[in-house]
C-alpha cells in the first residue's frame, strides 16, 4: 500500500509492538477489486480439472506454511 496513514499491530498477548500496517487508499482498493473481477472472467473460462489443480496446489502450499502462518495468526490474534 502507498498510502500515509498507518495503524499500529500490538500483539494481544502481551501488549508489545507487533507491525506497522500501511493503510490502502480508496484508489489502491479499486484497482484491487477491479483486478479481482478481471481474473473472475478468467477463471470461470478455465478448465474444471486445471481449477481443481490450482485448489490442491493453493491448499499444499498453505499446508507447507502452516507452521509460519500459525505463527502469524496468533501474533495478530492471540489465539489459534
Known amino acids: 500500500a502507498t498510502g500515509e496513514r498507518t495503524v499500529d499491530r500490538l500483539d494481544p498477548r502481551d501488549g508489545s509492538a507487533g507491525a506497522v500496517v500501511v493503510v490502502g487508499t480508496?484508489?489502491?482498493?479499486?484497482?484491487?477489486?477491479?483486478?479481482?473481477?478481471?481474473?473472475?472472467?478468467?477463471?470461470?473460462?478455465t478448465a474444471p480439472a486445471e481449477r481443481a489443480a490450482a485448489l490442491r496446489a493453493a491448499a499444499a502450499a498453505?499446508?507447507?506454511?502452516?507452521?509460519?502462518?500459525?505463527?502469524?495468526?496468533?501474533?495478530?490474534?492471540?489465539r489459534l
Open 26 to 45: 480508496a484508489e489502491e482498493v479499486d484497482r484491487a477489486v477491479m483486478a479481482a473481477w478481471d481474473a473472475r472472467a478468467a477463471w470461470r473460462r
Open 62 to 78: 498453505v499446508a507447507a506454511a502452516a507452521p509460519e502462518l500459525g505463527a502469524s495468526l496468533t501474533a495478530c490474534t492471540g
